[in-house]
């Protein structure tokens, strides 16, 4: 290992290896250091890919059970589990290797160890000194465990889950936010008897409500029971399995084979002795960076999950792009606040912007108008349920501020709005906008169209 560095990138997550590529792409000589032995971090390893892998099989599993409604019955599926394991575990080595690829192609050194900081300008990596120029910190985050619960293998967190060690008959899952609405669509589909616990008064909280219930009421055909205003307030671990005590909404016990915690994530930044550095870590283990990237010390960065919330893989590279561009000199800023959300359940529930409410608890002038998919001629055709597209807008000047898609493919067909909203787009530049037919991304124009009155969809 060499021991001097001009830029140094802790962590090689989608933040980390994007900003150490790009640093590299502007002439710097670049240093990535991340304990795992593969590049990519939570996303590529054991999050985002691994999981939409197995999300991907269960949506076949489903389109396949729903033909029967068009005449066309496969019989039941034999799920070879270790095949299925191995092919998510390609897919995942396919991916991370690509990575490796490109760090050695622009020359970007790749450390392994653990690294944590020993001065101003220095780290140690298990043991021995490196001195940096620049730092940046994209040491991303880790699942929450709740206090209190009993060491237990059949306890698991999302990385356990997507290891795919067996299917339970029974599973329940602490947490309805996206790791657990996801898991739910995993399992399910794979034959679990799934039951969903969550606090809040809705799944997918922060979401809109109308476009969750739609989801709710998906994941209950799907045979999955869901708890919403519910607490767990003990877990018990027997010889035959867990059982979790429940107040609020749902009071009474619910026993499981297998229990997924999800209750979110907790940032890292408490676990690379920053203090030695001169940085301040937040109590949630945050680091604070401004839209730069700039930690209070000039010469270190912070990017990713590492800075708080949204903890998404796609602003962690937006943010690692804007860290190494200020590093090298050229002038960047995160210019949006605009960071998308994507579900990737059955059906996708996707949003950007503003919430209806949202926009009412801050006062903002907005209106929502909306398409539902039961009448979309793609839709029905592609055999998908029940449906809509949302999108909020500014009452007077009919700019959009927001959108909201459930249904098959939200998280694809989200884009025009995100991108409607970056570019300052009407309701009429969508309406007037030719989209071809018949496509799902219609929808989109339809609930424009709706809003002007133009509409003859409905
Ligand atoms: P991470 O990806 O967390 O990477 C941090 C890296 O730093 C790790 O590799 C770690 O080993 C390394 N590290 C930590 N400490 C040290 C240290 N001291 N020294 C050296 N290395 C260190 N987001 C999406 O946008 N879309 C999705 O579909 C999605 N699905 C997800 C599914 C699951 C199950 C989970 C858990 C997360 C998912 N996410 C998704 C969130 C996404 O994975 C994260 O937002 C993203 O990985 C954050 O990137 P990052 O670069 O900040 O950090
Ligand atoms: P989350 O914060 O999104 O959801 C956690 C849920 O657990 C919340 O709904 C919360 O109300 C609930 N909760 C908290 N304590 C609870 C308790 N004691 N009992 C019952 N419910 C409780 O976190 P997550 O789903 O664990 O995901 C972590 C992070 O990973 C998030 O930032 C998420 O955006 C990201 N992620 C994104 C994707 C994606 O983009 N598709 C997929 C997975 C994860």
Redesign the pocket.
Known sequence: MRDKTDLLVIGAGPGGYACAFRAADLGRDVTVVDARETLGGVCLNE?CIP?KALLHAAETLRDAAHMGAWGITFGAPKIDLDALRARKNDIVSQLTGGLGGIAKRRKVRRVQGTARFSGANTVEIDGTEMRFDQAVIAVGSAPIR?AGWPEDARIWDSTAALELREVPDTLAI???????L?MATIYSALGSQVTV????GQIA?GADAQAVAILHAALTAQGVTVHTAT??DAVAATASGLTLTCSGHFKGRITADAVIQ????RANGDRINAQAAGLTVTDRGTIEADATGRTRLPHIFAIGDVTG????AHRATHQGHIAAEVATGHTAALGTTLVP????TSPELAWVGLTEAQAKADGHPAKATSFPWAASGRNLASGGGDGMTKLIYHPQTHRLLGGTIVGRNAGELLAEITLAIEMGATLDDIGLTVHAHPTLSETVAFAAEKALGTLTDL
């Open positions: 999050g999981s709740l602490v947490g309805g936010g996206i790791i657990g996801e616990v969550e606090l809040a909280p607490r767990v999800s209750v979110g994530r919330n949204p903890m998404l959300s994507v579900a990737y």
